[in-house]
């Protein structure tokens, strides 16, 4: 036997390659259809189980934003000296007190008046029904109005039409439960995510090559900061929308001050459309108890949200990333329809989050190729 006979390697004895193996699939139909129905199996299990883990991965994205939010906090103490972990105390001890301290002031009288004002919304109507409005919009209406205020009164003061809206008694029950410990699991996830932020950014950069981690470290700091600072100014915002509401409700004698308060901090928290939302339901609440209280209230919130778009959201959100108003609205509606609320509340930073990739790495990659082959 020669060497070269020796040398030589029987086709049909050698082994199979990548692309023999294709074309041995396609050749055999009941083996690719049995691995095309597997693949599509596990994509449908993968699915199901991200559909039935939507609730888990909302509580860990509110708790993940929260830590983002309350980070700066401590880095503000460690900067004084106070170790992390004190720092880590002091702020959520300091956030505890806050929280209850406003909790035990605001929750018995809005309870209060949430009774009352479902006791007196039959005096409400009456009290519109006895204004020069009323008789204008009689006139013009004629008796289709009467029909329809006694309508919208009686299915506001049936309790059976407000339990179907909710899905039952027993479903709004639980959906107070459900809320009660998903605060709770959200509380506890944040303190663990709080305590354990500069790891999880450790790791993160660890996934990185050597080369880009510096740049990578300040790109992830910088969106840390902007989603953190966005948070923050969206609940300063909220609180200052609420306190507006509060004062404006007490001069002009409208009911439920304190109540009203409250929803407007909770709406307001909304971006974008929370604020006109916020401004249709209080004026068409304050309509039914003082038509022209309800004409100064519009005039005067309007005012403020002006105020507020021009003056006081360019200095609390000072610090974040700003976006062209387009993407803004785009980023809204898309995160509400996926996700919700969530969605809404973050679609902004991750909008901003990125555009600053997009700037800051697709961009210079883009610039740098000099040549079509680069």
Not at 113 to 120: K, L, S
Not at 145 to 165: K, M, R
Request: aromatic residues 10%.
């Amino acid at each position: 036997m020669t060497d070269e006979s020796a040398g030589s390697v029987d086709p049909a004895s050698a082994p199979p390659t990548a692309t023999g193996l294709r074309w041995r699939a396609v050749h055999h139909p009941f083996a690719l259809g049995f691995f095309v129905t597997l693949g599509g199996l596990l994509a449908l299990v993968l699915g199901l189980a991200v559909s039935n883990l939507s609730t888990v991965l909302i509580y860990v994205a509110f708790a993940l934003f929260a830590a983002l939010g309350l980070d700066p906090l401590v880095r503000f103490f460690e900067k004084r000296g106070v170790a992390r972990i004190w720092g880590i105390v002091i702020v959520f001890v300091g956030f505890a007190i806050v929280l209850a301290g406003v909790l035990l002031l605001i929750i018995p009288t809005v309870v209060q008046q949430i009774a009352e004002f479902v006791n007196g919304v039959p005096q409400l109507f009456t009290t519109f029904q006895q204004s020069d409005l009323y008789r204008s919009l009689h006139d013009t209406f004629g008796s289709v109005l009467p029909d329809i205020l006694g309508h919208v009164q009686d299915f506001i003061t049936n309790p059976t039409n407000i339990a179907s809206i909710s899905g039952g008694v027993l479903k709004v029950g639980v959906s107070i439960v459900t809320g009660i410990s998903g605060g709770i699991i959200i509380l506890v996830l944040s303190l663990y995510f709080t305590a354990s932020l500069p790891t999880m950014k450790k790791s993160l950069l660890s996934l990185a090559p050597a080369y880009s981690r510096t740049k990578v470290a300040s790109l992830t700091e910088e969106i840390a900061d902007s989603i953190g600072g966005y948070l923050r100014g969206m609940v300063v915002l909220a609180l200052c929308n609420a306190v507006f509401v509060l004062i404006m409700f007490l001069v002009l004698g409208l009911p439920f001050p304190q109540l009203f308060a409250v929803v407007a901090f909770c709406i307001t928290l909304i971006p974008l459309v929370g604020t006109v939302l916020f401004w249709v339901i209080g004026s068409v609440f304050a309509l039914f108890a003082s038509p022209m209280g309800a004409l100064v209230f519009a005039i005067a919130y309007l005012v403020y949200m002006q105020l507020e778009a021009y003056l006081l959201t360019p200095r609390v959100m000072n610090r974040t990333i700003s976006i062209p108003g387009s993407l803004v609205v785009i980023g809204a509606l898309v995160g509400g329809t996926l996700l919700g609320l969530l969605g809404a509340l973050v679609a902004i930073p991750v909008t901003a989050s990125v555009l600053l990739i997009v700037k800051q790495v697709i961009i210079p990659k883009q610039d740098a190729k000099l040549h079509p082959d680069a």
